[in-house]
């Protein structure tokens, strides 16, 4: 396996808010991590306030808390792949599991055929069982679709007929010297 290595971290540089409606921050906050939670707390809040009103002392830590656990775990450098967020993780795991996966075939020049796809029910292989066995077992049954032989796509194996040919340093001399002459000529007409 290989593996890559970037040496130019040191200049992903990150703004940071130091204050914030006359509030002092300290050392700053990462500004797309504040624009991460805004939106997320909108797009959280706004649901839960059109169905329930506003939040009472009880509910307020409903209304406030998930927004801001997945902001501040979420904004973490992946163990995994460290030039990603943990959200980002997250959201490419959820979109493989829910809308699936379509392989890049010869650099994108084709598309997959549907043959070519995983399965909803493949990618959930581990936990098709838990699902089933839950109260929504039949509606999850017909999403999931039928079982199907994951298809491999793979054909016959290539055979290659390389011939590997050793050159010594007389042969590499003589090469060169051709080189040097065909050089030497196409200088003198």
């Known amino acids: ?88 993780r997250w959201s490419i795991g959820a979109r493989y599991l829910v809308l699936g996966h379509r392989p890049i075939i010869s650099g994108g020049r084709r598309a997959a055929t549907r043959g070519e796809w995983i399965s909803r ?3 959930w292989s581990g936990r098709t069982e838990l699902l089933v066995e839950s109260p929504l077992g039949g509606l999850l049954e017909r999403w999931l679709g039928a079982e199907e032989a994951v298809p491999t796509g793979a054909g016959a194996p290539i055979r290659l007929a390389a011939r590997p040919r050793l050159y010594g340093p007389d042969a590499v001399a003589r090469a060169h010297g051709r080189k040097a002459l065909q050089h030497q000529e196409g200088k003198a007409s």
């Not at 130091?18 to 809040?45: F, N, Q, S, T």
């Not at 649901?47 to 902001?71: A, E, M, N």
């Open 1 to 88: 396996m290989r593996v890559g290595r970037t040496y130019t971290s040191h200049l992903n540089l990150e703004t940071k808010q130091h204050e914030l409606l006359g509030m002092d921050l300290g050392e700053g906050v990462p500004r797309r991590a504040l624009v991460m939670g805004l939106v997320l707390y909108l797009v959280w809040a706004g649901p839960l306030l059109l169905l329930f009103g506003f939040p009472s002392k009880v509910t307020f830590t409903f209304y406030f808390l998930p927004p801001l656990l997945t902001v501040v775990y979420g904004t973490q450098k992946s163990r995994v792949v460290d030039r990603r967020w943990n959200v980002t």
């Open 121 to 123: 029910r493949a990618r």
